[in-house]
Every structure is written in C-alpha cells, then in structure tokens.
C-alpha cells in the first residue's frame, strides 16, 4: 500500500519421481593404471581410485563401466570426483567414451580444489550437459586417464541431469 517493494529469490530443483539411477562405486569397476586409496580420512568414500602420478602413466590409465539399460532413452553420466590442488588445473580432466566411440575431453567444473563433488559429464564440442541416447540394452562407459591424480569414488547413469543424492 507504500509503494514499497521486496524480491524473494527461490533456488528449486525438481527431480523426476523415479530418474532411473544406476550408481556405481569406482573401486569396484575394472580398471587398469589406477591406485586403490583405502586409507584416507578427508574422503567421503573409500576406497576410492586415484589417477596415476605421471601423464604418461595417466595415458594408459583406465575404469570400465558396462552397464545395462532397460529402455530406448537420454542418459547422463555423473562422477563423484575430487580435483586435488594446489595445481587443480594439472588434475581437473579426463576422457570418456561411450561403447565404441570415439573418447571424448571430460572437464571437470572445480569450485574449489580438495573438494568432493558430483560433476555432470560435460565433454567439450558437445552441448553442456552431454545427453548419451542410449538403446535398451548393454553398453560400455571408459574413464580414460589424461592428467594426472584425480580422485574417483563414484559414477552414476541417470536419466537426469541434476546429480544423484
């Protein structure tokens, strides 16, 4: 009635009832050149993979995920990711690739190194977030090492873009 006026802000996120999550801890998945962390007391998750010290090393490095979907759909891939820092830029990468395809830059979104976060798959060249069509059945998913010392404790396959909880 004063003429006066006040703005609320509201942040809302809205889930789908059932996303169709499939989550998957990293020490449990085939891997090769990767570290077994079982010992540390600022992870959330243990054990964890941590990449290798050296790129070279790095290169070589791999987790598989095969999975399976029961319906003709657009997926998203999520990882639990810690970027170590200080040098977060030196760690805040890897590549994906998706069944046979061709493997894809993965750049992690660091809003604070030494921090654990659920990262959305956002491979470069493709519209952020990256959407995977995926057709009922099997597929295979490669984390392929490039930098070094990355942390991985989980993946998840969603079919939605806001991170598992």
């Not at 962390?37 to 600022?42: H, L, N």
């Not at 990711?81 to 660091?110: K, R, T």
């Not at 059945?137 to 806001?162: D, M, N, P, V, W």
């Amino acid at each position: 009635d004063l003429g006066y006026n006040r703005s609320s802000f509201v942040n809302a996120k809205l889930r789908l009832s059932n996303p169709d999550t499939q989550i998957f801890l990293a020490a449990d998945l085939e891997q090769f050149g990767m570290t077994l962390v079982e010992d540390d007391p600022t992870a959330p998750v243990l054990p964890y993979l941590a990449a290798p010290t050296t790129r070279a090393a790095s290169a070589k490095a791999y987790i598989k995920i095969d999975f399976e979907v029961e319906e003709s759909a657009v997926y998203y891939l999520h990882g639990f990711i810690c970027v170590p820092g200080p040098g977060a830029p030196g760690h805040d990468s890897c590549f994906v690739q998706l069944n046979d395809g061709e493997a894809l830059y993965w750049d992690f979104s660091v809003s604070a190194p030494e921090r654990w976060a659920w990262m959305i798959n956002s491979i470069q060249r493709v519209a952020y977030p990256r959407a995977m069509e995926l057709s009922a059945g099997k597929h295979t998913l490669y984390i392929r090492g490039r930098e070094t010392l990355t942390r991985f404790g989980k993946f998840a396959i969603s079919r939605s873009q806001l991170p598992p909880e």
